[in-house]
């Protein structure tokens, strides 16, 4: 899968691009089941997960890379690699990966931020659109009630915003932007809702603002989010930020992708736990 020269103008004009159908419904379906075990203290790395302040129940996976063959292969798809390169250059690495587990009528907000403020205090100097890239995979179908994310579309564009790690109101701490300045930006960019199947893909920069609402539907909602980042660009402090859940959260060090994995490595997966069963 490449990106066509009109998607590459999108995600540098928009700060984003939709890619529906990205994975099929039988390889997404191996990311939902695989998706139940990381929500539950019985994966592989508990500590990776992050529970919601007032219920209790599980609102975020770190590092799903690391205890998931499924999530695994999914990061070295070529299907990910290859537009990660022509967004990024051929020597990028993975930086991290994550899944927001949005739980039925239980599952909280994500204020506007930008994801590179908390890279910035990672030590990662350049959050340019072209220096790191996120793949963010819908693992169920994103609908208006269920939370789905919402960018600010062109936010990319703005300076990393002035921000404040917010303790309070969520349970991850978010470099939140101050809500004055967030109605001055919210007045001037569009707000874009990333609906789609199950499968979905959405490619955003590192500096694109966004967030998402409660998830008032019956059922679960589950993002997979994938960030590659150029070599160039890996943190330089020795000592990241002191907000860390897990000491798995990120890959300091550059992860070899060429594993040769095959685009049909997900698939092939998914039918042999298919015929297992
Ligand atoms: O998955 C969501 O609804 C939003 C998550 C998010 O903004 C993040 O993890 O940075």
Redo the contacts with the bound molecule.
Sequence with gaps: MHLSDAQIQQYDDDGFVILPGFLSPEEVGLLAAEADILGTPQRGLPDGNVYEYGSGMIR?SYSVDKDSEAYFLASRLPRMLVPSRQLLGERIYLYMT?M?H?IAKKGEI?LW?Q?YSHWQLDGVARGGARDMVTIMIMVDKSTPEN?P?QILKGSHKLPVEEFRIDLDETSVPTAKVSEARMAEIVKSHEIVECLGAAGTALVFAPMTI???ARNNSTRTRR?A?FVYNRVDNRPTIEKPRRFHVSPHLMNSDPVELDTGVGDDALLALARRRLSAA
């Design positions: 975020k994550h927001n949005k994500w931020h994801d939370g994310l966004h967030g998402s993002n989010y």
